[in-house]
């Protein structure tokens, strides 16, 4: 099973700007939906953004136009470049993969997750 492994985590003020890294321990095989959940506490895990292994992209509503997915390939390697963030940004941010073939588009995340890494903490102070 893949091992997934998050960083770029950090804290920053309304407006700011970070992006975050997954690194996976090995080449993940089509079928797959790759992305990021985040889960603030007290609230119900959210998807965030994914992206499938056909390159199409999913984003939630809420961070659309503001967060861009990517991955590089070669590297094993998925990012999340998180622009003018805003306080209820403020969460755990997880890094999964999905390698059942589960929807991964417009706005549709995987119910469930074949596995994930163990987040990264994004504060962002008003």
């Known amino acids: 099973q893949v091992q997934l492994v998050e960083s770029g985590g950090g804290s920053v003020q309304s407006g700011g700007s970070l992006r975050l890294s997954c690194a996976a321990s090995?080449?993940?095989?089509?079928?797959?939906?790759w992305g990021w959940f985040r889960q603030a506490p007290g609230k119900e895990r959210e998807g965030v953004a994914a992206?499938?292994?056909?390159?199409?992209?999913s984003y939630a509503n809420v961070v659309k136009g503001r967060f861009t997915i990517s991955k590089d390939n070669d590297k094993n390697t998925l990012y999340l470049q998180m622009n003018s963030l805003k306080p209820d940004d403020s969460a755990m941010y997880y890094c999964?993969?999905?390698?059942?073939?589960?929807?991964?588009?417009?706005?549709?995340?995987?119910?469930?997750?074949?596995?994930w890494g163990q987040g990264t903490q994004v504060t962002v102070s008003s």
């Open positions: 992206v499938d292994s056909d390159g199409s992209t």
């Open positions: 999964a993969v999905e390698t059942g073939g589960a929807y991964c588009k417009d706005g549709y995340f995987p119910v469930e997750w074949t596995s």
């Open positions: 090995t080449y993940i095989a089509k079928p797959y939906c």
